[in-house]
């Protein structure tokens, strides 16, 4: 596609649910990022995959999130169990390949609600 | 985990002022990259600095690429209502190429 689509774009859950959120990253991008961004903070790097692999998941919060790949493209976010303090906008990044210099480009996040 | 240093925080200008904000490490980077946020969307790539000393422009925008390689700064020039936003830096420590570090950001704010 012509940019990195996240889905949805709003969620509203309530506490203790479980919540899958969706990236679409830029067609022919290897790479794929999870960030967690609380409100009026920075990025949170959550998690990265290189193809359908994810070599670096220490960013992850707690043992309730979890991603994966498939088929080299789209990447799902679960979050188990969901708690209000992972209310934040989760955004997507992808990039053409895992390596010095290739920039990182974002979707338009996912806004989680948790109630 | 590792952040950057951007500063200031945040800034409210009149239009047609310059900008200027910059980063710093304690570390040496390899790559800084620069993005702006608007609100309700994801970070938009401005500008991208590879070199020690490189200095690069896009539009009003204007990054360089410290010779220590451990900072960076961006200028805005004869800034406009639509550069307000959120500025984040970014960059790639020398040492660990394999995820970007992050800035808090800067926030400005353009009185017409």
């Known amino acids: 596609g012509a940019g990195v689509s996240q889905s949805p774009s709003n969620k509203v859950t309530e506490k203790g649910k479980d919540v899958e959120l969706r990236c679409d990253p830029i067609?022919?991008?290897?790479?794929l990022y999870w960030y967690r961004q609380s409100l009026g903070q920075g990025l949170e790097f959550l998690i990265y995959f290189q193809g359908n692999s994810a070599p670096d998941k220490s960013g992850l919060p707690s043992d309730r999130f979890s991603a994966e790949r498939t088929g080299g493209s789209v990447s799902t976010l679960t979050i188990q169990r969901t708690q209000q303090e992972d209310s934040a906008v989760y955004l997507c990044?992808?990039?053409?390949?895992?390596?010095?210099?290739?920039?990182?480009?974002f979707g338009p996040g996912t806004r989680l609600t948790v109630t | 985990g590792q952040q950057l240093n951007q500063s200031p925080q945040s800034m409210f200008i009149q239009e047609g002022e310059d900008v200027s904000m910059n980063c710093t490490s304690s570390s040496i980077f390899n790559t800084w990259l620069w993005y702006k946020q608007d609100p309700g969307e994801g970070p938009v790539l401005l500008i991208a600095?590879?070199?020690a000393g490189e200095l690069t422009s896009n539009g009003r925008l204007t990054a360089q690429f410290g010779i220590t390689r451990k900072d960076s700064f961006l200028n805005i020039s004869a800034s406009i209502p639509s550069d307000v936003g959120i500025y984040f830096c970014a960059g790639i420590n020398a040492g660990n190429n394999r995820k970007l570090i992050w800035g808090l950001g800067t926030s400005l704010a353009v009185n017409p």
């Open positions: 990044a992808s990039s053409l390949a895992f390596q010095i210099g290739y920039e990182q480009y």
């Open positions: 600095l590879y070199k």
């Open positions: 067609s022919g991008h290897t790479a």
